[in-house]
């Protein structure tokens, strides 16, 4: 079994959607980072966060610490959504070392 | 703007073949560390480097080597590429204790 499990794993989704992905982990973490990567392989970080949920733009994150669990809302979803997110978390206190869930595939439809 | 900059997008090699991965940042971060993404398996660390000229192994450094000569160069050596090392190979850095990390583009090597 994974450390970080996500769902779902494959999300097709019409434009304007609300959508919810997933993140569990089963390990002590110092932080939980959600991560975006488009077609062509560039990662980019969304969110980092230990508590809480943060919010930028029409993109949420929320944890629960004590469930170990995570999720990554995405409201008034766009075709320039479309792109995977990988949950990953920091297992040391210094934040440096990631392990990471295998990533959702989304698609928007418009 | 904060840049992480893999030398090359597209890489073919030939089984056998040495190749060199570079990697750049322009951040002054200490931390850097190379993965590889393949379906399925998602990201796997393959080495990282807290300092010029330390490395640490991660979770599959079999078949890899790297070097840091200067903080902001990492660089990720298969020493004789052999077909199951094709995969999207990425390069992260990151500044102590900040815990974010900044990636690079990706390299996608195919070994035929």
């Known amino acids: 079994k994974n450390e970080v499990e996500q769902s779902p794993q494959n999300l097709t989704a019409q434009e304007g959607e609300f959508i919810t992905i997933n993140c569990s982990y089963s390990v002590g973490i110092s932080a939980l980072h959600w991560l975006q990567q488009h077609p062509g392989g560039g990662i980019v970080s969304l969110f980092m966060l230990s508590s809480g949920k943060k919010k930028h733009g029409r993109l949420i994150a929320t944890i629960n610490i004590q469930e170990k669990h995570s999720s990554l809302h995405i409201t008034a979803s766009h075709p320039r959504d479309s792109a995977v997110y990988i949950c990953a978390v920091s297992i040391d206190n210094a934040g440096n070392m990631l392990t990471f869930g295998e990533g959702t595939r989304l698609m928007v439809k418009p | 703007d904060v840049k992480v900059t893999q030398s090359s997008r597209y890489l073919v090699k030939r089984t056998g073949e040495k190749v060199f991965l570079e990697c750049v940042q322009d951040m002054d971060h200490e931390n850097m560390f190379w993965y590889r993404q393949d379906p399925g398996l998602g990201l796997r660390l393959i080495y990282f480097?807290?300092?010029?000229?330390?490395?640490e192994k991660g979770d599959i450094p079999e078949g890899y080597s790297v070097s840091r000569e200067k903080k902001e160069r990492f660089s990720l050596i298969l020493e004789s590429a052999s077909t199951n090392q094709t995969s999207m190979y990425l390069c992260?850095?990151?500044?102590?204790?900040?815990?974010?990390?900044?990636f690079g583009q990706g390299t996608r090597l195919t070994v035929v």
């Open positions: 992260a850095s990151s500044s102590e204790g900040t815990f974010k990390a900044f």
């Open positions: 480097s807290y300092d010029v000229k330390m490395k």
